[in-house]
């Protein structure tokens, strides 16, 4: 077995999902991910945990929809783990399960290398510290209604947040209401219908991987109206259309990485918005992040070297977050 494998797996269980002696884990996985979801398993059951696995056929697409249909999937467990390809974090059984006071862990395994998600360096990034990075920007974020965001390569975007809260993923699901996810990202469940301006995507373009020639997009009213029609822009626009919806073009969160090991490579989407250095857009549902937006899916654009305003006030410059500390110098 791939010792990169079992070191992830091992992280996965004792110190995201932090599973403890009798709790009951249901495993959430389909059959090209059943030996992650086994190695798992066999480090939560080492924790004294109850574990059941639950698997879907191999994924041609992505299965959120069962659990969309099925709110009460998660009643019976104390803890969830969805091991699948694609998230199931914006589900409407995720959001239940929650609120119930069940714990959550969103480990979308999808990647483009042919290795396993476990593999990737990006999984020894230690949440406190993600946590504290975290902290430093936090409550200027909270503070404020407006967010802006510059690049050098040309993105100039406003986003709306008022009554929306800043969140914290960081991997461990004892954090946050007991709702986390594997990228490490503060979130923002933005005002869907109020995003303006141009973004130059020059980062990752989510699940369909790299954007090897960066492409523009424009967005109007919380939108994306057009898309640059070059190599890249129709990838884009050719993903987003197999939706057939058009609740997918609406910019529903915008995300800020804190995962220093992480690289944006394009190989995996987690690990691409979960960069230290970059910023990304979610577009589609948004529901369970916060929002009030309803759509088939969703999915993140992501952008390097942002500069970031909060109500006008500087609080991240070329990727890299100003301190409280720096701040007052």
């Not at 783990?81 to 714990?103: D, I, N, Q």
């Not at 476990?118 to 404020?144: G, N, V």
Request: charged share 30%; aromatic share 10%; glycine share 8%.
């Amino acid at each position: 077995m791939n010792k990169n494998l079992l070191r992830g797996a091992k992280i996965v269980a004792e110190k995201w999902l932090d599973v403890t002696k009798e709790e009951a884990l249901l495993i959430v996985t389909s059959e090209n991910h059943w030996q992650e979801a086994a190695e798992i398993s066999r480090f939560a059951k080492a924790r004294g945990a109850v574990v059941e696995i639950m698997t879907f056929p191999a994924q041609k697409g992505q299965v959120g929809h069962y659990f969309d249909e099925h709110v009460d999937a998660f009643d019976a467990y104390d803890v969830i783990l969805g091991a699948t390809t694609h998230s199931l974090v914006t589900t409407k059984a995720v959001k239940r399960a929650v609120e119930r006071g069940s714990r959550f862990l969103s480990l979308p395994l999808s990647t483009n290398d042919e290795r396993s998600m476990l593999e990737y360096e990006f999984m020894k990034m230690d949440p406190i510290e993600s946590l504290e990075m975290a902290d430093e920007i936090m409550d200027r974020l909270e503070a404020s209604e407006e967010i802006r965001v510059t690049t050098e390569a040309g993105t100039n975007l406003t986003f709306r947040k008022k009554g929306r809260k800043v969140n914290c993923f960081t991997g461990a699901t004892r954090e946050g209401n007991g709702y986390a996810s594997s990228s490490f990202e503060i979130f923002i469940a933005i005002e869907e219908t109020l995003t303006e301006g141009v973004g130059y995507v020059d980062a990752s373009l989510g699940y369909i991987g790299n954007s090897d020639e960066p492409a523009i997009i424009h967005l109007k009213e919380g939108r994306i109206v057009e898309i640059e029609q070059n190599e890249t822009g129709k990838k884009l626009q050719k993903y987003m259309e197999h939706f057939e919806d058009e609740g997918m073009y609406v910019a529903g969160e915008f995300g800020i990485g804190l995962n220093r090991f992480s690289n944006c490579d394009g190989n995996c989407y987690i690990e691409d918005e979960s960069a230290y250095g970059t910023f990304h857009i979610g577009f589609g549902r948004n529901i369970a992040l916060g929002g009030v937006h309803e759509a088939k899916a969703h999915f993140d654009l992501v952008f390097h070297e942002p500069n970031i305003y909060a109500d006008g006030e500087l609080i991240m410059e070329k990727g890299e977050i100003i301190t409280e500390e720096e701040k007052a110098v």
